[in-house]
Structures are given as C-alpha cells and as structure tokens.
C-alpha cells in the first residue's frame, strides 16, 4: 500500500521561502495533494498536481515533483505568520487517501 | 466551508465503556471518512462509506466500527475504549468526479479521552 514521509518540523523567518518536502511510494497516485491544518482546525485542501506534471504554481504556492524519486515538495514564497500551520502531504486513489505525519511550519520574525 | 458538523466536540470517557461519534453533512455527498489524528502519525483513515450502508476497513480499523443509514450521517463507535483510542477523530466527505481530483472536506474534529 501507499506510504507518505515527511519531515516532522520546519522553521523559516518571516518573508523567507519555506520547503516542505514529501517522499511516498505508491507511483500509481493519479494526483498528489498538500492539505493545510490550522491549530485546532479540520484540514483544507491547499493545492494539488496531476500525477503527470513537474510542476504547479498557484500565487505564492509551487509544487514540484519528481516522479523517478518519488518526491514531491511545496515551496511558499515570502512566508507570513499566518501560514503558520501544519502541512500534509496525500496519495492515493481517487477517494482514498493515505497521508503524510504532517510538517509544522513554524514562522518567526 | 462545508456542511460538516460532528458531535461531541470533547468528550472523556473510562476505559470499557462504549463510544459513538457522530459525523453530519448537509452537502450530500457519497462518500464519507473517519480518520484519526495522532502526534507523529499524521492522519490514519479508520472507515469509510461509499454510500448508505456500503462501508469498508481503513488502515487502524480495529476496536472500530461504523453505520450509515442515511446519507448525511456517518456514526463511529468504540464498542469498548481503550486508552490507546485516545485522539483527535475527524470526519471528512467527498464527492467523486471521475477523473477529476475529489477534494475532502475536513469537519472540525472530535477529542476524545479515555482514562
């Protein structure tokens, strides 16, 4: 089955560009999502990208992925206080999906 | 924000005492999700529902089990709570589209405690 990895915790300056990086294993994932989790909140779907695609942008938001590694990532440019949150990455198929542990993105100033 | 709700929204509870949550839409959507949410295991999806009383295992399904009579409500219960059942619970639905990414709508969650 699916497995999702990411790294537990990240720390950036505000205004920096954050990373938050992803590896999984199933690659016959038809899309690749990163939902977003706010303290004490249900999560909401951030973006996604299409299985056959390296790269989506969506204002400050880029995803990239590299399907030989099997690694996705989700670079916010100019990191404000108010993303700070817990990222999630997901795979799988149409209406199951499997997710990362989730990276805390923490922003100071 | 989607029609979510789910009830209670904290309850503590002792260990062998039986536990239902109860998750409601009002977006008629068919498919329906209990995950669990624990440190450092990120979410883990329990059950799901495909439709009115078509239901399927998820990864951490045992000590659980669901009904759905009805569309809008999807029921969790704990027949006998264990400590180790202590979590943050979240509902989530989503509607098919074919070949179009299906996005999961989250509810705002459930913490349950069992002492």
């Known amino acids: 089955g699916e497995d999702v990895e990411q790294s537990l915790f990240l720390s950036v300056r505000e205004g920096d560009s954050s990373v938050i990086n992803c590896t999984y294993t199933?690659?016959?994932?038809?899309?690749l999502y990163w939902y977003k989790q706010e303290p004490g909140a249900g999560l909401q779907l951030l973006t996604y990208?299409?299985?056959?695609?390296d790269m989506k942008q969506d204002q400050r938001l880029t995803v990239l992925l590299n399907k030989k590694d099997k690694h996705l990532s989700l670079r916010i440019a100019d990191t404000q206080t108010g993303d700070s949150a817990i990222y999630f990455c997901?795979?799988?198929?149409?209406?199951?999906?499997?997710f990362g542990a989730g990276t805390r993105l923490a922003v100071h100033p | 924000d989607a029609g979510i709700t789910q009830s209670p929204r904290h309850k503590v509870t002792e260990t062998g005492t039986p536990v239902t949550l109860r998750c409601h839409q009002t977006?008629?959507?068919?498919?329906m999700y209990w995950y669990r949410q624990d440190p450092g295991h990120g979410l883990r999806l329990i059950h799901y529902?495909?439709?009115?009383?078509?239901?399927d295992k998820g990864e951490v399904s045992d000590g659980y089990s669901v009904s759905r009579s009805k569309t809008e409500d999807f029921l969790l219960t704990l027949e006998s709570a264990t400590s180790s059942q202590t979590s943050v619970y979240f509902c989530?639905?989503?509607?098919?589209?074919?070949?179009?990414?299906?996005?999961?709508?989250f509810g705002p969650g459930t913490r349950l405690t069992v002492l």
């Open positions: 989530a639905i989503s509607e098919p589209l074919g070949f179009l990414p299906s996005e999961q709508f």
């Open positions: 199933d690659s016959s994932s038809t899309y």
């Open positions: 990208i299409f299985s056959n695609m």
């Open positions: 997901a795979g799988g198929g149409y209406n199951k999906l499997i």
């Open positions: 977006e008629n959507h068919r498919y």
């Open positions: 529902s495909y439709g009115v009383k078509d239901t």
